[in-house]
């Protein structure tokens, strides 16, 4: 028999009531989410029938009739499964379809015993069989059982204990600056972004090095890429003042590996050190390909490194290596003194430093950059004198090479190399996202993401010519929404989309409302209240956040430390933790919670 019921607060009347307030018994997110229902699917092996609210100790209890006790020839097991319904308006009384599965256990039940459900501190269910009063069955031998969901992990309640101080001192230097002095609040909100960041990023791998060890570092692998891709987009002047390309090639430098396939593994950086280590590099098939993928996705010095390691650069005296030399030497020539739109010493210069002329002048960047596409225009129409001697000796090589300079000659003028090029970028990339890379440091070095990106966006995934391969379709799906949604600037369709999806856990979603609000006007759409709530969405995911934190013995304290920043719901919410925390007498909960406020504000 499938038995599905609704958990519901009552008075002590009986008259039932959604909103009525609950006590120390109650789920804490019941007292913070009005809209929040607790549903429980209980599976037994023969029927069972469900108890009213128990006058006595205020909990739920479900025991199976007399009837069925008697007919009961072995022991029954209880499934129990608890799903959590979070919406903005009504729920209805039947299980819904979006419901989230949070917890499931199974516990012995004996026949005609009872089984008594409880909950915990933060996201804890208590579960133990005990002696029906009806029957007086059961309870001989309990069985006893604590089910959690949303538990953070090792490395979470690491990142848990960094953030924690870098939030505490924010929300104090915002309190203190109030909201006049806007330039003082985004240089606290940008300190506050870096040290979240540093946290994150504290103990992920090296992504050429392999993926990552476990599924909770893929999941930080996955929060440190998109926590720094936001930060471009609302915090980095680089967005703004056309730096776009060299950051984003940057950061795609440093988190292309979440793309992959095999997520976290950044394939093409672990090729070229592993063909840096190769005798003969040219012997090597993927050795071409894997070049001019460096090239396309902006990692030109990883290029100029693995372009140097061909044999014909310790071959000078041989006249046979003459036209190998010639050629690859023009290439290279080309790549290392390419100019760069960049903010010197910015976080953008970092994967491809040393290749290039940096300038932030935008008038200097592009008298360079003109000569400089005048002269790879000039070799790719020379291309065939140029590798015809190349041609004889080795055709691999000059197909490479004439990949390379197909890739540099998207920023022509002459329309016919530009589409060439295009075409040939199409081919090479394993994914939207790499040809949209290509295109926007060879042919648009300077774009504005806010009044372009869209556009450009739509112009590569529309070509029929690029092919999805080795790539994480479902990770592209949900990169594409964040990122049309970050240029668009829409602070909320950012933030629905974080709290959403997998790659966002709890605890990022808390922390990313606050890089968010550095765009103006976003901090009204932020702080508008909830009718289901009273709070603004911020404090529900506060609340949600802190609920997690409160189910482990290690985090229990930062929870109330996050309460003590929830003007509506963080002081009844806090007594409630401390309550059903290991605290002691009132007295001592009383000091504990003085304190707690105190060290807070």
């Given at each position: 028999m499938?038995?599905?019921?609704?958990?519901?607060?009552?008075?002590?009347?009986?008259?039932?009531?959604?909103?009525?307030?609950?006590d120390?018994?109650?789920?804490?997110?019941?007292?913070l989410?009005?809209?929040?229902?607790?549903?429980?699917?209980?599976?037994?092996?023969?029927?069972?029938?469900?108890?009213?609210?128990?006058?006595?100790?205020?909990?739920?209890?479900?025991?199976?009739?007399?009837?069925?006790?008697r007919?009961?020839?072995?022991?029954?097991?209880?499934?129990i499964?608890?799903?959590?319904?979070?919406?903005?308006?009504?729920?209805?009384?039947?299980?819904?379809?979006?419901?989230?599965?949070?917890?499931?256990?199974?516990?012995?039940?004996?026949?005609?015993?009872?089984?008594?459900?409880?909950?915990?501190?933060g996201t804890e269910?208590r579960?133990?069989?005990?002696?029906s009063?009806?029957?007086?069955?059961?309870?001989?031998?309990?069985?006893?059982?604590?089910?959690?969901?949303?538990?953070?992990?090792?490395?979470?309640?690491?990142?848990?204990?960094?953030?924690?101080?870098v939030?505490?001192?924010?929300?104090?230097?915002?309190?203190?600056?109030g909201?006049?002095?806007?330039?003082?609040?985004?240089?606290?909100?940008i300190?506050?972004s870096e040290?979240?960041?540093?946290?994150?990023?504290?103990?992920?791998?090296?992504?050429?090095?392999?993926p990552p060890?476990?599924?909770?570092?893929?999941?930080?692998?996955?929060?440190?890429?998109?926590w720094?891709?936001?930060?471009?987009?609302?915090?980095?002047?680089?967005a703004?003042?056309?730096?776009f390309a060299?950051?984003?090639?940057?950061?795609?430098?440093?988190?292309?590996?979440?793309?992959n396939?095999?997520?976290?593994?950044?394939k093409?950086?672990?090729?070229?050190?592993?063909?840096?280590?190769?005798?003969?590099?040219?012997?090597?098939?993927?050795?071409?390909?894997t070049?001019?993928?460096l090239?396309?996705t902006?990692?030109?010095?990883?290029?100029?490194?693995?372009?140097?390691?061909h044999?014909?650069?310790d071959?000078?005296q041989?006249?046979?290596?003459a036209?190998?030399?010639?050629?690859?030497?023009?290439?290279?020539?080309?790549l290392?003194?390419?100019p760069?739109y960049?903010?010197?010493?910015?976080s953008?210069?970092?994967?491809?430093a040393g290749?290039?002329?940096?300038?932030?002048?935008?008038?200097?960047?592009?008298?360079?950059r003109?000569?400089?596409?005048?002269?790879?225009?000039?070799?790719?129409?020379g291309?065939?004198?140029?590798?015809?001697?190349?041609k004889?000796?080795?055709?691999?090589?000059?197909?490479?090479?004439a990949g390379i300079?197909?890739?540099?000659?998207?920023?022509?003028?002459?329309?016919?190399h530009?589409y060439?090029s295009?075409?040939?970028?199409?081919?090479?990339?394993?994914?939207?996202?790499?040809?949209?890379?290509g295109?926007?440091?060879?042919?648009?070095?300077?774009?504005?993401?806010?009044?372009?990106?869209?556009n450009?966006?739509?112009k590569?995934?529309?070509v029929?010519?690029?092919?999805?391969r080795?790539?994480?379709?479902?990770?592209?799906?949900?990169?594409?929404q964040?990122?049309?949604?970050?240029?668009?600037?829409?602070?909320?369709?950012v933030?629905?989309?974080?709290?959403?999806?997998?790659y966002?856990?709890?605890?990022?979603?808390t922390?990313?409302?606050?890089?968010?609000?550095?765009?103006?006007g976003?901090?009204?759409?932020?702080?508008?209240?909830?009718?289901?709530?009273?709070?603004?969405?911020?404090?529900?995911?506060?609340?949600?956040?802190?609920?997690?934190l409160?189910g482990?013995?290690?985090?229990?304290?930062l929870?109330?430390?996050?309460?003590?920043?929830?003007?509506?719901?963080?002081?009844?919410?806090?007594?409630?933790?401390?309550d059903?925390?290991l605290v002691?007498g009132?007295a001592?909960?009383?000091?504990?919670?003085?304190?707690l406020?105190?060290?807070?504000?």
């Amino acid at each position: 028999m499938h038995l599905t019921f609704k958990v519901k607060r009552a008075h002590k009347c009986g008259r039932s009531s959604q909103t009525a307030r609950c006590d120390h018994k109650a789920p804490l997110s019941w007292s913070l989410l009005r809209t929040c229902r607790y549903i429980i699917n209980v599976q037994l092996q023969s029927p069972l029938a469900v108890e009213t609210l128990c006058d006595e100790c205020d909990c739920w209890h479900l025991c199976r009739p007399a009837s069925a006790a008697r007919s009961a020839k072995a022991p029954a097991l209880a499934v129990i499964a608890a799903m959590a319904l979070i919406v903005a308006g009504n729920v209805n009384g039947g299980v819904n379809e979006d419901a989230v599965e949070l917890l499931s256990c199974c516990v012995p039940a004996a026949p005609g015993s009872r089984l008594h459900f409880s909950w915990g501190t933060g996201t804890e269910a208590r579960l133990c069989e005990v002696q029906s009063t009806q029957t007086s069955s059961g309870g001989q031998d309990p069985f006893g059982a604590i089910c959690n969901w949303t538990v953070l992990g090792i490395e979470q309640r690491r990142i848990a204990h960094e953030i924690a101080p870098v939030y505490k001192t924010l929300r104090k230097r915002l309190q203190q600056l109030g909201t006049t002095r806007q330039q003082e609040r985004k240089e606290a909100l940008i300190t506050y972004s870096e040290g979240v960041l540093e946290a994150l990023a504290a103990n992920v791998n090296d992504a050429a090095a392999g993926p990552p060890e476990s599924d909770e570092m893929l999941h930080v692998a996955y929060e440190a890429g998109l926590w720094e891709l936001l930060h471009l987009f609302f915090l980095s002047d680089e967005a703004t003042e056309g730096f776009f390309a060299e950051a984003f090639a940057s950061w795609f430098g440093q988190h292309g590996g979440l793309f992959n396939s095999n997520p976290g593994f950044n394939k093409l950086l672990a090729e070229a050190r592993r063909m840096l280590q190769m005798q003969r590099v040219d012997t090597d098939p993927a050795y071409w390909p894997t070049l001019q993928h460096l090239v396309l996705t902006g990692q030109v010095e990883a290029a100029l490194d693995l372009l140097t390691q061909h044999p014909a650069y310790d071959a000078l005296q041989d006249p046979d290596m003459a036209a190998k030399v010639a050629a690859l030497e023009s290439v290279y020539q080309l790549l290392r003194v390419v100019p760069r739109y960049t903010r010197a010493g910015g976080s953008s210069s970092g994967r491809l430093a040393g290749t290039g002329t940096l300038t932030d002048d935008v008038v200097l960047f592009s008298q360079e950059r003109a000569a400089w596409r005048q002269r790879v225009d000039e070799l790719w129409e020379g291309r065939e004198q140029l590798l015809a001697d190349l041609k004889k000796l080795d055709a691999q090589a000059a197909r490479g090479l004439a990949g390379i300079l197909c890739l540099l000659v998207a920023g022509s003028d002459k329309e016919h190399h530009v589409y060439t090029s295009f075409q040939f970028m199409a081919q090479l990339s394993h994914n939207w996202v790499e040809l949209l890379l290509g295109m926007l440091l060879w042919k648009y070095p300077t774009l504005q993401p806010q009044l372009h990106l869209r556009n450009l966006v739509t112009k590569v995934k529309a070509v029929p010519a690029l092919c999805t391969r080795q790539s994480d379709e479902e990770f592209l799906d949900f990169f594409e929404q964040l990122v049309i949604a970050a240029c668009d600037q829409e602070v909320q369709s950012v933030a629905s989309l974080c709290t959403t999806t997998p790659y966002c856990s709890l605890q990022f979603v808390t922390h990313i409302y606050d890089v968010l609000r550095a765009l103006p006007g976003a901090d009204r759409i932020i702080s508008r209240p909830l009718p289901h709530l009273g709070g603004d969405q911020a404090e529900m995911y506060t609340l949600n956040y802190a609920e997690s934190l409160a189910g482990s013995a290690a985090t229990w304290q930062l929870a109330a430390e996050y309460l003590a920043w929830c003007p509506v719901h963080g002081a009844p919410v806090l007594e409630i933790l401390l309550d059903r925390s290991l605290v002691g007498g009132s007295a001592c909960t009383d000091c504990v919670l003085w304190q707690l406020l105190i060290g807070a504000k």
